[in-house]
């Protein structure tokens, strides 16, 4: 059998790791220092027909909002000298502030999005409660933004999260908080929404659920996802089942399935410490109707994380009900703490990131390690193979807390926070086989 490393063509880091019981040459092909334009550029990548990828960073852009600025949308097109390029600088004014989450693309290569801040600064306390947009392409390079919903932090939702399009075009999303009930901290709870177009050009907004922070579970942190049949699938980080450990639930999975009614919500899975807490991320589901997931802690406590250091997870669907799975929990060398989602490529195997863990000589404040990129695959019996694909070194970027993107070729993109010689990274992985 091939093992997999990641090779650089630019730069060669000769610096090896003893990491449970293989050992991995450490080294990016071509690392992009995103800093310059872009500050914390947390969101994963979107990807077009023809490879070229789509981010957003939080701050950074051309008006200062937040210290460091409004945030801005990138596009890095394919290439042996990758740079990225602004798309759109948000002004922090009605057309919002924060961009962050997976960007949506349609069939016409228009990305939709949402900014968590800004929009109507009458709401939220005189921040803004945020925005969902939507970028056209134009012949001057720099893209047109039509805002299509400005939050107003009541029933509505505030700070919303990334957005999904189903086939005709209305757009499904999730908000952090708002909705009215009180959850963990003093926070609201969040909604699920929809935008749909209306022949007048607007767009009409519908809750399809506000959580309570109860039993529904609350402040989803993640991303919607649809499977085969038009279920949407979440994750929330607090509720479900009280414990000593989760004091205010470890966090849901759930389920809204279209009915005649409009929808029906369902929590389908309630998260106890020892099979993980705060589900942070967005789910990805295979052809079978299998759910995938990570956790940001529970199960194995270490020296790196207290509050244990996560698991990634799988859901299985059965006439008694959804069945988990632990594919992997976290030790803290192999990686701890995974505040993205994952991502499933067409063999099968998933890819992710953890945001600590990995070095323990490269550390940040309260952070031991810098976060790693891994990859399970189904192996016999049942079982998965867990491999570090990559270990931030924290000059090459750290804190990488988004799923990566993976390519045909097998090529990993992503992003990191913190990091290297400006605010944060954009990287690219190549393997090699030896």
């Given amino acids: 059998m091939k093992t997999k490393h990641f090779t650089p063509s630019m730069v060669l880091v000769l610096m090896t790791l003893s990491l449970t019981a293989a050992t991995w040459a450490q080294s990016y092909k071509e690392v992009i220092n995103a800093g310059a334009p872009a500050v914390y550029p947390g969101s994963p990548f979107t990807a077009d027909a023809e490879g070229n990828l789509y981010t957003a960073a939080a701050n950074g852009g051309e008006t200062q909002c937040f210290f460091y600025g409004c945030g801005a949308i990138y596009q890095w097109k394919p290439g042996a000298h990758r740079q990225p390029t602004m798309l759109y600088s948000f002004s922090g004014s009605s057309d919002g502030a924060g961009p962050g989450g997976r960007l949506a693309l349609d069939a016409q290569g228009n990305l939709y999005g949402t900014a968590g801040y800004a929009g109507d600064f009458n709401a939220c306390f005189g921040q803004g409660c945020g925005v969902v947009y939507k970028l056209s392409p134009a012949s001057s390079g720099f893209w047109t933004q039509t805002v299509l919903y400005t939050f107003e932090g009541e029933t509505d939702g505030m700070t919303p999260l990334s957005v999904v399009l189903d086939a005709q075009g209305n757009i499904f999303g999730l908000t952090k908080n708002g909705g009215g009930n009180s959850c963990s901290g003093g926070q609201t709870c969040g909604t699920v929404f929809e935008l749909s177009p209306t022949s ?50 470890c966090g849901t999975v759930f389920e809204l399935s279209p009915s005649s009614g ?89 890819f992710g990131t953890t945001t600590s863990g990995g070095n323990p000589r490269c550390t940040s404040g309260f952070q031991v390690g810098c976060g790693v990129v891994f990859e399970l695959s189904p192996a016999s019996g049942g079982h998965w193979t867990y491999n570090h694909l990559y270990v931030f070194q924290g000059y090459d970027g750290f804190y990488p807390n988004s799923n990566p993107l993976v390519d045909a070729a097998g090529n990993i993109f992503g992003t990191t926070v913190e990091g290297g010689t400006g605010f944060g990274n954009m990287y690219e992985l190549s393997p090699q086989t030896h």
């Fill in 262 to 350: 409009g929808w029906t919500f369902t929590t389908i899975y309630d998260f106890d410490y020892a099979h993980g807490v705060g589900p942070v991320g967005s789910l990805v589901i295979d052809a079978s109707g299998n759910l995938y997931g990570a956790t940001y802690g529970g199960a194995k406590k270490y020296s790196y994380c207290p509050g244990g250091c996560g698991v990634v997870f799988e859901l299985s669907p059965s006439a008694s009900g959804w069945k988990q799975t632990l594919l992997h929990a976290f030790s803290g060398p192999d990686g701890a703490n995974v505040q993205g989602g994952l991502t499933l490529d067409a063999g099968g195997n998933l």
């Fill in 200 to 249: 007048g050009g607007t767009w009409t907004e519908t809750i399809l659920h506000t959580f309570t922070g109860g039993s529904d579970g609350g402040i989803p942190l993640g991303s919607l996802n649809f499977d085969a049949q038009g279920n949407l699938f979440g994750t929330t980080d607090v509720g479900g089942v009280v414990s000593f450990a989760c004091s205010v639930g």
